[in-house]
């Protein structure tokens, strides 16, 4: 029995969202320019959504779950103790929200903590 691999070779800057385009999905959710815009950039398997997450939290914001490729929501902690994952937040409930962390791949490319 044989087994065949195939292994995904990333081109440079394939796992990277621009400034461009996390404004331009902001906009796309909120219907507004954001006020703060923070992209980090880490090295490492998830370090850089975790350093997104990690930022909101420390800044007094509630942290939804990941979900894939999707957005991921923040809120105000006092006003919220639970944030959905994206894909279960219906657009109506997208203004109560005090911004998201933006991401093209999760796992190894740069993160967008973008505040409304």
């Known amino acids: ?5 195939t292994a995904t070779i990333k081109k440079a ?6 400034r461009e385009a996390a404004i331009e999905k902001f ?9 703060m815009l923070l992209e980090y ?3 490492g398997t998830f370090r850089s959504v975790n350093a997104a997450e990690k930022s909101a939290k420390e800044n007094g914001y509630i942290v939804g779950r990941m979900c894939y490729n999707m ?3 923040i809120a105000h902690a006092e006003d919220f103790e639970y944030i959905a994952k994206w894909e ?7 203004p109560k929200l005090a911004g998201v962390i933006l991401f ?3 796992r190894e490319g740069n993160a967008w903590l973008v505040i409304k």
């Open 104 to 106: 093209k791949d999760a």
């Open 88 to 94: 279960n937040i219906s657009s109506s409930e997208w």
């Open 1 to 5: 029995m044989k087994l065949h691999l």
């Open 41 to 43: 950039n880490i090295p």
């Open 13 to 18: 800057g394939e796992s990277i969202l621009s």
């Open 71 to 73: 957005p991921i929501g």
């Open 27 to 35: 906009e796309r959710i909120f219907k507004k320019e954001p006020d």
